[in-house]
């Protein structure tokens, strides 16, 4: 039998005051509506169907249009009209029906399969999903006979006060018969109060007409939370955040202050990783076992190697080896990169640039476009000049050399191996290996041993 998904995204997303539809709005880095795209995805083989209005058609077939079918409800006049709109499209190819509304972005694959398979073993002709909650304002009220049986649902604007302190409640979610559905839908009329034609309607239809009804109460309510107004759309932020964050912690990363440690969802962390308050990972991050993280740190898009600390710094696009370490508050760029055992201290960037094993980069300093082997030392205040105004060129610091404070390496340049520059130079022309420099511009001085290696020369930097 072949299942096909229906997903209403045409709603004007009044409540929610934006020039952008709701279904739009980053919900876990995707589109809110991503989330019943998958959902639809794994369900059923035949694309689906997404019923869009004229607020969500463009930016809806802009995004979604090599992987959905689309139909255009002209006029808004309500949830079943929308789903009758899908008639023309999936009256000749599906036998079953699974409905979504776009703004429910918290539903679990499971909860849905449970709900095709039982429409399936009870050749139900709908069955629905319902939630016990407290909190019902918004939600139609699910309305069951002496014996327990679903007969029918009713809105808010048509509920009667005893109605309305039921509290079991319309998810929102439907399996139908194909038949039962297509049949139905023209049959509904538009409601009393709101006049538009309800999807919920064909609830009662089917208890009238004899035909069967399967229910689901699903357990969590968080699952059914629709997206209506930016108070629902943070309260499914947090939601979808605790979800993250109680994935690592029972996969062993400690958590110290989950409320302010936000996840992305393609985030991957090693066992025995520490993160502290306010500590943000995003993109396709990926950070080994051992670490710590924090606090107050953005780390977007990047890798950390295992047993490397992390403070109080932004990192995007950069990668750091296992054991090396970073901050407080510096910024590693795009394409920085920062071999094992390497340090990076406070108000450090480094663009398009290596800082190799076991280097160190103490004090505000700036490497772009910058190669810097093994065993460096970037004095305080070193600067690479990679940028003459029209293009940017590339510095070379071989390993053992000791650039000292407050240096200026004015590119294209190469420092050669073992070589050292005084205080305050301005580096202007390659340095030969095993050479001191200083000056403005800097000259040679001396020549420095090559059996000693820079660092046991001198403990203090120059
Ligand atoms: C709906 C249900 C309610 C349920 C609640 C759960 C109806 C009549 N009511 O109410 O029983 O408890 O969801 O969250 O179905 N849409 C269209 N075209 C339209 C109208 C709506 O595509 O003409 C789309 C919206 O974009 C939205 C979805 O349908 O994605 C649901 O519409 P919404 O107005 O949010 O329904 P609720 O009032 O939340
Ligand atoms: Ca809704």
Redesign the pocket.
Known sequence: MALSVVI????K?TRFKSQTPK?LHPFGERPLIAASLMLAEQLSEAPPVL?V?EETDAPLRRWASDRARFVY?ER???????VLQARSLLAETADRVLVL????PLLRLNTLQRLVDLQRAESAAISLLTVIRDISQ???RVLRDADGRVVG?V?EPEATREQLAIRE????IYVFDADFLWNGLPQLRPSPEKG?I???DMVELAAQSGHSIADLVVDDSTE?L?I?TRVDYAEAISVLRTRINEQWMLAGVTLIDPATTYIGPQVTIGPDTILLPNTHLRGKTAVGEGCEIGPNTLIDQSIIGDRCRVIASTLEHAEMEADSDIGPFSHLRPGAYVCSGAHIGNFAELKNSTLGRDSHMGHFSYLGDTTAGEHVNIGAGTITCNYDGQQKHPTIIEDHTFIGSDSLLIAPVHVGKGAKTGAGSVVTRDVPPYTLVYGVPARPKRQLKDDAPIEDQSESEV
């Open positions: 209403l995204a045409a709603g997303s279904v019923v209005g409800q808004r006049l309500g949830t079943g009209h929308a509304y776009g703004d429910m918004g939600f139609g649902v809105e409640l319309n998810a929102g538009e309800y999807l919920t059914v629709g209506n």
